[in-house]
């Protein structure tokens, strides 16, 4: 069992901001009220853009990232949070130490 | 009172990986140890780059932030963990949300 961690970059369309942040609040609630496998899942926003966003994550092992992709509310925020965006997201999975 | 997440991505001279990954350790340790106002501290590794570190960090607020760079074990670790890299560490600071 492997720890990993992930950093997704979220480029947020200009005057999608308050969407987005409450899309994205009521999909963490949901992470923290479901996923025991996911250790932190916290959104923050660049101090150099204000449009993009990057959430810093990390699970127990591969099966918690899979049971988190796989969930029913992880899959029902996906177009409402793309809705938001001005680009594709960029998600970098890491290695756990 | 806002919450500031950090990536610090450090890049480590090849063969100086176990050296730093020791002295991370016992660094992290102290953190946990002495920090209430740090919410994680995680190391990852990058997939594609196994000389790249990425550090996952939050704190509470900039008092937390401020009082983890003023300790004196994060003081003593600089050197050892400078020691080991093979570049200037990139350190991007994030407003939590």
Redesign the interface.
């Known amino acids: 069992m492997s720890?990993i961690?992930v950093?997704a970059t979220l480029t947020v369309a200009e005057g999608k901001n308050a969407d987005f942040?409450a899309v994205f609040a009521e999909l963490s609630a949901a992470v923290r009220a479901n996923e025991p496998g996911n250790?932190?899942y916290?959104?923050?926003?660049?101090?150099s853009n204000p449009q993009v966003?990057?959430v810093?994550e990390?699970y127990v092992d591969q099966d918690a990232l899979t049971a988190h992709g796989a969930s029913d509310y992880f899959k029902a925020a996906g177009p409402k949070l793309g809705a938001c965006l001005a680009g594709a997201p960029e998600i970098?999975?890491?290695?756990?130490?």
């Open positions: 720890a961690g950093i942040e250790l932190f916290t959104l923050t926003r660049s101090r966003y990057k810093l990390q970098e999975y890491l290695d756990g130490l």
